[in-house]
């Protein structure tokens, strides 16, 4: 019988799993390399669509202590992990790192430790820095040039129009429309102070509509500070179909399920 993908990923979604990298793994605190590794596994905790790394307890030149509050009472135990297991102090000279990893009740990760990356003041794969999180090797981003004339409006003012979109397919993610800046009417916009970052696309930048309020709030976003693999999206601007009207020579585009969704 066969399988659609994107519902068997949906079901191993609350699974607990992991895959063994052959990039050599590295995090760094107080200006000291504390985790080196050539044996890391990226792990998929149970519930959640973003993998962290694991590294064998050997590879780790801190020193376990407990961490503060699991299980004494003043919060509950394991609650920022989504499974059975022990948190842990990464104690190293001129650091502490609190809750930095997490040791799962799993056979099949019997000796490693998962690692929280926001704990570091640094985490590498070889030689490149992981933004964010890191990355799932099982997860694309596809850029592809488009054809068909698109139009960007929000209840009626045209926020921009291209002929030449770029379209962005990225894993169990809506598919987004990038238009290069020249076409976007930036009359009709003023920068945010919102940010985000994506571990396979860069750090954005986000606009509002002038005089919009909350609907016009944060609607489109660019990639000013691309990362390597996604070069080719800087400075496009793209703008969230759930909340414009995007429309075609002869169509309105559906609407995307949930605004929520990453840019």
Known sequence: ??????????????????????KRIRADAAGRTVVDSRRAVLVWEAGRPAPVYAVPEADIAAKLGPAPGTGDGRRPAFARHHGPGQEYTLRAPGAELPHAAFRPADQDLSGYLLLDSN?????????????????????????????????????????????????????????????????????LLEPSERTSVCPYKGRASYWSVRGAGTRGRDIAWSYEHTLPDSAHLKDLIAFYDERTQIRTEDSQLPPHATASALA
């Open 119 to 187: 704990a570091f003041e640094r985490l590498r794969e070889d030689e490149q820095d992981v933004e964010g999180h890191p990355r799932d090797p099982f997860h694309r981003v596809d850029a592809r040039p488009g054809s068909q004339p698109v139009r960007v409006e929000l209840d009626g003012l045209v926020l921009a129009e291209s002929a030449s979109p770029v379209l962005v397919h990225e894993t169990m993610l809506p598919v987004r429309t990038y238009l290069p800046r020249s076409d976007v009417d930036f009359t």
């Open 1 to 22: 019988m066969a399988l659609k993908m994107s519902e068997e990923m949906r079901r191993l979604h609350g699974l607990l799993r992991f895959e063994p990298t052959a």
